[in-house]
């Protein structure tokens, strides 16, 4: 049973970097077969998929912030970070980190999501 | 990019009917790449279906999933209380996840 934890800072100022971190437990983030990501929902709307990573450490991202995201692993404290750069307003959302273990095709576990406010 | 539109945006029913949910993807998407979850206030997504149409862990079989191509359904037979949610459907393909804009299931 796999658990993911997000954490990070709640308020972020326009223009800086926000960086989350997922840590996982019930599995090791570098298992064969498991895959991770990162899923934003801005207040009152739908659901956006960020970007992924699987346990090889190939990484794959929504073409529309792709010039911004970078997810990456620490494999040492089994979890792996979402650094968004260059944040504006539309960028306020709860962020989920979430995983499977057997497809990158969809999502079984998530985290309970964290509120990240862009604002000076 | 895979575009998934849902319909109807809200969907008023009570408990004991049968819910239908639509979705269609601007173009063909392979049945084996594709989901549906529910998603209750201030709460995570659960999945629910997977590969168009199978359930996944712990779902109970009030919920079905079915199509191909470019048109997919989620079905409720008969309503629970706790049923009442909203519903994103989600495809994957190129390395790419979209999901639809979702459908609110709403006690009538």
């Known amino acids: 049973q796999l658990q993911l934890q997000e954490s990070g800072p709640g308020l972020v100022k326009p223009s800086e970097t926000l960086s989350l971190t997922c840590t996982v437990s019930?599995?090791?983030?570098?298992?064969?077969?498991?895959?991770w990501g990162w899923i934003r929902q801005p207040p009152g709307k739908g659901l956006e998929w960020i970007g992924g990573?699987?346990?090889?450490?190939?990484?794959y991202y929504n073409p529309s912030l792709k010039s911004r995201v970078t997810i990456s692993a620490d494999p040492s404290k089994n979890h792996f970070s979402l650094k968004l750069t260059s944040v504006t307003a539309a960028d306020t959302a709860v962020y989920y980190c979430?995983?499977?273990?057997?497809?990158?095709?969809?999502?079984?576990?998530w985290g309970q999501g964290t509120l990240v406010t862009v604002s000076s | 990019e895979v575009v998934l539109t849902q319909s109807p945006g809200t969907l008023s029913l009570s408990p004991g009917e049968r819910a239908t949910l639509s979705c269609r993807a601007s173009q063909s998407v392979s049945s084996d790449f594709f989901a549906w979850y529910q998603q209750k206030p201030g709460r995570a997504p659960r999945l629910l279906i997977y590969a168009a149409s199978s359930r996944a862990t712990a779902i109970p079989d009030r919920f079905s999933g079915s199509g191909s191509g470019t048109d997919f359904t989620l079905t409720i037979s008969r309503l629970e209380p706790e049923d009442f949610a909203v519903y994103y459907c989600q495809q994957y393909g190129s390395s790419v996840i979209t999901f639809g804009q979702g459908t609110r299931l709403d006690i009538k």
């Open positions: 979430a995983g499977d273990g057997g497809s990158d095709r969809w999502y079984y576990y």
């Open positions: 019930g599995a090791s983030i570098s298992s064969s077969h498991h895959y």
């Open positions: 990573m699987s346990s090889s450490g190939y990484t």
